[in-house]
């Protein structure tokens, strides 16, 4: 079965430090990575994804994450936080019984201190 | 705003009593999915649609859940005898199917449930 685990449950950082938050997936298919994010107070919306082709993929807001086979990871990074990026992030793979919807990891809460 | 959108934004109900919720997909969007969220989780699927066809359910979708998809606009999903254990936010999805592998789903701002 499909399944995600996010090793870091809270993190707290400072403006300008850098991010990097563990995504790691167990998936037999076809490989197809997710990173969402969730504003206080707001949707889930897609920060970015991974299909195929450079394993760095880089999304939204600076944000960047690398996609590392042999280690069935899908870490998120960001060089420099700011406070406008404290909310909570979610790694997702494809699931169900026809990869047609999203597994998601627990989530991670980033806070990020002015 | 064209984005997805969910009614009620926040139910509270007694334990036993009937709730149902709306959710309205984009509207070019074929695609309708119904997550469920506890706190300190992720999201969990609980069942999606294709246009009016509902095509895969989670074994977390238990009897006293229904969801529908009548025209393949607007979906409801309906939780009949609530128990307290169905407190959780309710989130929507949708996306539009062009073949292939899961793609992006845009998400609405959810109904959060609480039964006492």
């Known amino acids: 079965a499909q399944s995600v685990s996010q090793h870091n449950h809270h993190v707290i950082l400072s403006e300008a430090a850098s991010l990097e938050l563990g995504c790691n997936y167990s998936?037999?298919?076809?490989?197809?990575l997710f990173w969402y994010v969730q504003y206080p107070g707001q949707h889930l919306q897609l920060l970015l994804k991974?299909?195929?082709?450079?394993?760095l993929v880089k999304g939204i807001k600076g944000f960047e994450a690398e996609f590392i086979k042999s280690k069935f990871s899908f870490n998120l990074r960001k060089p420099s936080v700011q406070w406008s990026d404290t909310a909570e992030y979610f790694c997702?793979?494809?699931?169900?019984?026809?990869?047609?919807?999203?597994?998601f990891g627990p989530g991670t809460r980033l806070s990020v201190l002015p | 705003d064209t984005g997805v959108s969910q009614d009620p934004r926040h139910k509270i109900t007694k334990r036993g009593q009937n709730v149902t919720f709306r959710c309205d997909p984009i509207?070019?969007?074929?695609?309708l999915y119904w997550y469920r969220q506890t706190l300190g989780q992720g999201p969990e699927f609980l069942t999606y649609?294709?246009?009016?066809?509902?095509?895969?359910k989670s074994r977390l979708l238990s009897d006293r859940f229904s969801a529908e998809r009548p025209k393949g606009s607007f979906s409801t999903l309906e939780i009949q005898r609530t128990e307290q254990g169905d407190s959780a936010m309710y989130l929507c999805?949708?996306?539009?199917?062009?073949?292939?592998?899961?793609?992006?789903?845009?998400f609405g701002p959810g109904t959060r449930l609480t039964v006492t």
């Open positions: 509207s070019e969007h074929n695609r």
């Open positions: 997702a793979v494809p699931g169900g019984n026809y990869g047609q919807n999203f597994v």
């Open positions: 999805a949708s996306s539009f199917l062009a073949g292939g592998p899961v793609f992006e789903q845009y």
């Open positions: 649609f294709q246009n009016e066809a509902q095509l895969e």
């Open positions: 998936y037999g298919g076809t490989v197809n």
């Open positions: 991974y299909f195929s082709g450079d394993p």
